[in-house]
Nanobody, 122 residues
Framework: QVQLVESGGGLVQAGGSLRLSCAASGSIFGINAMGWYRQAPGKQRELVATITTGGSTNYADSVKGRFAISRDNAKNTMYLQMNTLKPEDTAVYYC????????????????WGQGTQVTVSS
């Protein structure tokens, strides 16, 4: 079993900052790409940023220059530093990861966290 747990969400004023964390735990053999997604009320879930095992990153245009994704492979943890937040960043933020378990080391499955609410007030 693999669990992804997000933390760090909350209420912040426009222009402020938050740092999200995503900790993976369980019977983990390895983790490939990890990513952050978000879903605002009435909208589809969208990609925010992704990061490979080697540290290559990709960002949605809407967050480029404001958000920074990083990971600590030794701790199986990923972060999202969010700066200059805007009201339109308000959403539930989910982490996702491609994980291989010790029981099936050659197969990577996508796992999702339960989400953490980020609310940006104007």
């Amino acid at each position: 079993q693999v669990q992804l747990v997000e933390s760090g969400g909350g209420l912040v004023q426009a222009g402020g900052s938050l740092r999200l964390s995503c900790a993976a735990s369980g019977s983990i053999f390895g983790i490939n790409a990890m990513g952050w997604y978000r879903q605002a009320p009435g909208k589809q879930r969208e990609l925010v940023a992704t990061i490979t095992t080697g540290g290559s990153t990709n960002y949605a245009d809407s967050v480029k220059g404001r958000f920074a994704i990083s990971r600590d492979n030794a701790k199986n943890t990923m972060y999202l530093q969010m700066n200059t937040l805007k009201p339109e960043d308000t959403a539930v933020y989910y982490c996702a990861a491609e994980v291989a378990t010790r029981q099936a080391m050659a197969v990577y499955y996508n796992y999702w966290g339960q989400g953490t609410q980020v609310t940006v007030s104007s």
